[in-house]
């Protein structure tokens, strides 16, 4: 079974993210892009 | 499915596994708004939170779980609760500050200094516990009583051997007298005599025999009956096979056993034999060597009928090599001259089985005596005619490319993978133009299904064949530009994703590829 890491840094806080579920991992990161994304456009 | 999530926030790390989806999806988006969004105030609450307990299941464990700030009194429903103001947070850690300060009995000790102070027994630790030290001075006493009570009946073992007790008598003299004793014996029995040929006169008997007679060897046995070293006997001269007479009865004996051979039983015929051969010479010559001396002490070797008892085996048979030549001169004398050759043959062919270490069995043995006789041989060739050197050409060549052909067949069987009308990949590529990857790629897709017969394929199988013809793989890069293009569609197949060529990919195949 595979499992999947990702690790998220930025200043002191890290939240690393660990999950056998591949889809589950594909739209969580897709939903985080897109937060990012927002917010960037709204402080554009 | 297992998901966990782990926060890491100045040196502090909450971590939460669970099973359920949606909570650890809730839970993420918490701390993923308080990294991209969130105020410094939570970040700092972040910094005083230290959960210990890590097998949290739900969010339900997740509440009950001890939670405990570095000062001792933050409250874990304010970090579960998102709609928890700063305010508040920030009223209570001035409340944390004052309590500090006031040192309110309510104060409790952070976890990580409790499991500190929790003593660790290790090696160099464990001296420094006072209770150890009696502990290790008590089994040092048990020990050193044991150790003594050993070392006594050690010593009492090693007395009980020299028939002395070394306790009792406690003389060190003593002691020493009884084991240069014991020495002597041993070395007087396990010496090497001289020759009695080379004896000076004063040590032979007046009847020219040595001073080594079976009679002081045995008084020296007793002196020592348990000793483990071998014992040399020599025996004197009127004990010795010697005697004429015995040596024809001997022999007249194992005439009639020879005789009396039935090849058809050969394995009891030799023990049967070897027992009685050594039941005759069992009580005489009881000892492992026997050196038979003649009238003038000389070793006398005409006589090779000794046995032994622990070499029964190899001395009988050297017995039976003796006696057999001389059964075989009275049959030369006895019988006519080709019944002698045929008994002749057949006794030494049984000679050689019986002598022999081979493992051959009683049917081997038959064919053997049946080829060695003459008539048999002409009978076997008569029934099996020898091939000239022409015809034995000719065979070999027809049973050469009989196995050539058949191992022909078997290859193509296993690259076409066990269809006649099939082809091999290779073979079939090279009938196409191609230039890249991809267009291999798609050949072995229309390979598949056109000529294997097979209505999908997986990114297995398809590898496989490529890799056996090329020596190159494809991955998924490859099979999404086909997709795209439309030659390749995706199937599922009992929950597994397969692919197959599109009536495009076929037509765009016969019109690039083909040649």
């Given at each position: 079974m595979p499992q999947y890491v990702f690790k998220m840094k930025k200043g002191e806080l890290e939240i690393e993210f660990s999950s056998d579920d591949a889809d589950f991992v594909e739209q969580q990161l897709e939903k985080w892009r897109e937060e990012i994304l927002k917010k960037h456009i709204q402080q554009d | 499915m297992y998901y966990n999530i782990k926060i890491k926030c100045d040196g502090c790390e909450f971590s939460l596994d669970s099973s359920n989806k949606l909570i650890i999806e809730s839970e993420m988006d918490k701390y993923f708004a308080s990294m991209f969004g969130a105020s410094e105030e939570f970040k700092a609450q972040m910094k005083?939170?230290?959960?210990?307990?890590?097998?949290?299941?739900?969010?339900?464990?997740?509440?009950?779980?001890?939670?405990?700030?570095?000062s001792g009194n933050c409250q874990k429903d304010e970090l579960l609760n998102e709609d928890a103001n700063l305010e508040q947070i920030q009223d209570n850690i001035s409340e944390e500050k004052i309590i500090d300060d006031n040192e309110d009995e309510e104060y409790q000790a952070p976890v990580v200094e409790a499991a500190v102070a929790t003593p660790c027994f290790d090696g160099d630790s464990l001296d420094k516990v006072p209770c150890v030290d009696l502990i290790k001075e008590e089994k040092y006493i048990q020990n050193t009583k044991a150790i003594d009570a050993l070392f006594t009946s050690n010593k009492e073992n090693i007395s009980d051997n020299n028939e002395k007790s070394f306790r009792t008598t406690n003389n060190i003299d003593e002691?020493?007298?009884?084991?240069?004793?014991?020495?002597?014996?041993?070395?007087?029995?396990?010496?090497?005599?001289?020759?009695?040929?080379?004896?000076?006169?004063?040590?032979?008997?007046?009847?020219?025999?040595?001073?080594?007679?079976?009679?002081?060897?045995?008084?020296?046995?007793s002196l020592n009956s348990n000793s483990l070293y071998p014992e040399i006997t020599i025996s004197n001269e009127q004990d010795s096979p010697s005697n004429d007479n015995e040596v024809d009865d001997l022999i007249a004996k194992v005439e009639q056993e020879i005789k009396s051979i039935d090849i058809s039983n050969s394995s009891e015929f030799s023990d049967d034999l070897f027992e009685k051969i050594g039941k005759n010479k069992k009580e005489e010559l009881p000892v492992d060597e026997e050196l038979v001396f003649d009238k003038n002490g000389a070793i006398d070797v005409s006589k090779d009928l000794i046995v032994s008892e622990k070499t029964q085996e190899l001395n009988s048979a050297d017995v039976l090599s003796a006696t057999m030549n001389e059964v075989e001169k009275n049959n030369q004398n006895e019988l006519d001259k080709q019944e002698d050759l045929k008994t002749e043959n057949l006794n030494q062919a049984k000679l050689d089985d019986i002598f022999s270490d081979s493992d051959i069995t009683l049917d081997e043995q038959n064919t053997q005596h049946e080829i060695q006789h003459p008539s048999d041989i002409e009978e076997i060739m008569n029934i099996n005619p020898v091939p000239s050197y022409k015809e034995y050409l000719e065979q070999s060549k027809n049973v050469n490319n009989k196995i050539d052909s058949q191992n022909e067949q078997n290859n193509n069987s296993a690259l076409t993978f066990g269809s006649d009308d099939n082809i091999d990949f290779k073979t079939y590529l090279e009938n196409y133009s191609y230039s890249e990857l991809i267009d291999e790629f798609l050949i072995c897709s229309y390979y598949i299904k056109n000529i294997l017969k097979q209505d999908c394929f997986s990114m297995k199988s398809i590898n496989s064949i490529l890799y056996n013809a090329t020596g190159e793989i494809v991955d998924m890069s490859i099979v999404g530009r086909l997709i795209e293009l439309g030659y390749i569609k995706t199937v599922e197949v009992e929950d597994k994703r397969k692919y197959t060529i599109t009536p495009n990919g076929e037509e765009y195949f016969a019109s690039k590829y083909e040649k």
């Open positions: - | 005083e939170v230290e959960i210990v307990d890590s097998d949290i299941k739900s969010i339900e464990d997740f509440k009950q779980i001890d939670v405990k700030s570095q002691f020493e007298r009884i084991n240069l004793d014991t020495e002597k014996n041993t070395l007087a029995e396990t010496e090497i005599k001289p020759d009695a040929s080379e004896l000076p006169s004063e040590l032979k008997n007046d009847d020219g025999s040595d001073f080594y007679s079976s009679e002081t060897v045995d008084s020296k046995k």
